[in-house]
């Protein structure tokens, strides 16, 4: 069984449309978060979930919107996709309180805006 | 938090050890260092932690000297298949979120 599940892996839309990412992690973990990788690599955090509350809420437009159902899901809605939201979007989850803080990634899901 | 330097590539062959360095000269006293791995379409994995003196594990070492403003993963006798990103991090294990992946470095290794 996959630990960190995405979907979908790739997707591909119009300027201007709305989509949403969903993920899921078996792991028992109590956060969750979500990243943006850039073509250049660097992986930014955009949000946190600890227990399906909000933790962390980084500059993100507010077109991206985070809903966490339960501690098992946080999924990603993204309203009037634009060109420059073309990224690899990563979910993640840890534990808190674990001696590593270990960051358990899904395989990512790959989003281009035409 | 700490920002992280390291080299953007670095080129290797099958056999050798790869030593990639990463500097963070404004580590705080809480701080841990770790190191995640990034293969192609795939998510970055970790591989390491340390916080001082040597760590080793099945797939790497951390060398970190006593001033711990900088450190080291040392990969031994790398093949083909460490063809990957890897990144360097510094942070409080208690607040990870937070934690800055940076650019990392890209390592190729060549047959």
């Known amino acids: 069984d996959t630990a960190v599940s995405q979907t979908p892996k790739y997707l591909v839309t119009q300027m201007g449309n709305d989509k949403s990412i969903k993920c899921e992690q078996n792991?028992?973990?109590?956060?969750m978060y979500w990243y943006k990788q850039d073509s250049k690599k660097f992986l930014k955090i955009m949000f946190s979930?600890?227990?399906?509350?909000?933790?962390i809420n980084e500059t993100v437009p507010n077109r991206f919107s985070p809903k966490s159902p339960d501690k098992a899901h946080l999924n990603l809605h993204i309203n009037s996709l634009e060109l420059g939201d073309s990224a690899v979007y990563f979910c993640?989850?840890?534990?808190?309180?674990?001696?590593?803080?270990?960051?358990?990634f899904g395989e990512g899901s790959r989003l281009t805006v035409l | 938090l700490a920002k992280t330097t390291q080299p953007i590539s670095m080129d290797s062959y099958e056999g050798q050890e790869v030593n990639i360095t990463c500097s963070h000269n404004?580590?705080?006293?809480?701080?841990?260092i770790t190191w995640y791995q990034q293969f192609p379409s795939q998510g970055p994995r970790f591989i390491i932690q340390?916080?001082?003196t040597k760590v080793t594990n099945e797939v790497a070492s951390l060398f970190i000297p006593a001033d711990r403003k900088s450190s080291t993963l040392s990969l031994p006798r790398v093949s083909l298949s460490d063809t990957a990103v890897y990144y360097c991090?510094?942070?409080?294990?208690?607040?990870?979120?937070?934690?800055?992946f940076g650019q990392g470095t890209t390592l190729q290794v060549k047959p």
């Open positions: 404004n580590i705080a006293t809480n701080d841990y």
């Open positions: 993640a989850s840890s534990h808190r309180g674990t001696d590593t803080g270990e960051l358990f």
């Open positions: 792991l028992g973990h109590d956060t």
């Open positions: 979930y600890n227990n399906k509350e909000l933790i």
């Open positions: 991090l510094v942070g409080d294990m208690s607040n990870t979120g937070k934690l800055i």
């Open positions: 340390g916080y001082k």
